[in-house]
């Protein structure tokens, strides 16, 4: 037996995604982890399964390369375009998520991806952190192009202050009041990959402490991202992550 897989990327974040609202793929972590694979499988950050939802439009269901679970602010805005491909939704959207009930649009192919409210991150003396939904370290640098991710990301992502179940570190850099560029180490992945959704949402939350405004655009090295918010009462609402999300190639998987 087989099923078909498209494969999707966000600003360089990329995706299995899965139609699987027959309920025919397993949620395997094993098989997960090998599809996502570079080298022996498809290869991807993760793979996302579409469902069905009894009140909403779909579920996603969202897997780190690795097979473990969290929210992906890249793979939803993805999963978002694929539900309209599959002629499941139109323009706009109200879908399931690890995190709960999440919403979208779609403007001219590009996906507004409206986040949960949140409060203002926290402060340390060196790092902000925020859980979006996906736990969010943060570090403002001076050149994030010299940044040691991989190996400073893997440090604090195993530190013993994460522990048990690590975060994702990012890495920004100020360019001027509405722009940051942002490199991200995910945890799940375990290496920096070239966008992260949740990490950039939750960076430029933090950046919104040293002064930076909503629009804030941003720089990943997949490309480019705009967050968007409003200040309420020490917090934030209205936040949305807007970025493209395109499908570029499809084929099959044998189960
Ligand atoms: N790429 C994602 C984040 C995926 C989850 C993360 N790796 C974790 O395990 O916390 C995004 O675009 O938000």
């Known amino acids: ?5 498209y494969k999707y990327q966000g600003t360089g974040n990329d995706f ?15 098989h997960i982890a090998t599809l996502c694979n570079r ?18 439009d779909f579920e996603m269901v969202y897997f ?4 473990s679970k969290s929210l992906c602010g890249n793979g939803s805005r993805c999963a978002v375009n694929f539900a309209k491909f ?4 139109s323009d706009s959207t109200n879908f399931q998520t690890i995190d709960g009930e999440y919403s979208a649009q779609i403007k001219e192919e590009i996906v507004h991806l409206k986040m949960k409210d949140q409060a203002a991150p926290a402060k340390f003396e060196d790092h902000y952190f925020l859980n979006n939904g996906s736990p969010h370290h943060i570090i403002f640098v001076e050149r994030v192009e010299e940044s040691p991710v991989v190996k400073q990301g893997a440090t604090i992502r195993y530190s013993e202050q994460y522990k048990p179940h690590g975060t994702n570190v990012n890495f920004v850099e100020v360019i001027n009041q509405h722009q940051v560029f942002v490199r991200t180490y995910e945890r799940g992945v375990e290496d920096e990959t070239l966008s992260c959704g949740t990490g950039i949402t939750a960076s430029c939350l933090a950046a919104a402490d040293k002064g930076l ?4 655009h941003v720089q990943s090295k997949g490309g480019n991202l705009q967050v968007q918010f409003e200040k309420k009462n020490g917090g934030f609402t209205n936040i ?3 970025g493209p999300a395109v499908q570029v190639f499809q084929g099959t998987i044998s189960l």
């Not at 780190?64 to 097979?67: E, F, K, P, T, V």
């Not at 405004?213 to 804030?216: D, F, N, R, V």
């Open 64 to 67: 780190n390369a690795d097979g």
């Open 240 to 242: 949305h992550l807007i």
């Open 86 to 89: 599959l002629g499941i939704i």
């Open 16 to 30: 299995i995604m899965i139609d699987n609202r027959e309920n025919v793929f397993a949620h395997d972590i094993e």
């Open 213 to 216: 405004m909503s629009p804030i």
């Open 1 to 5: 037996m087989s099923i078909n897989f």
């Open 39 to 56: 080298r022996t499988g498809i290869g991807a950050d993760g793979l996302i399964l579409i469902e069905n939802h009894p009140n909403l």
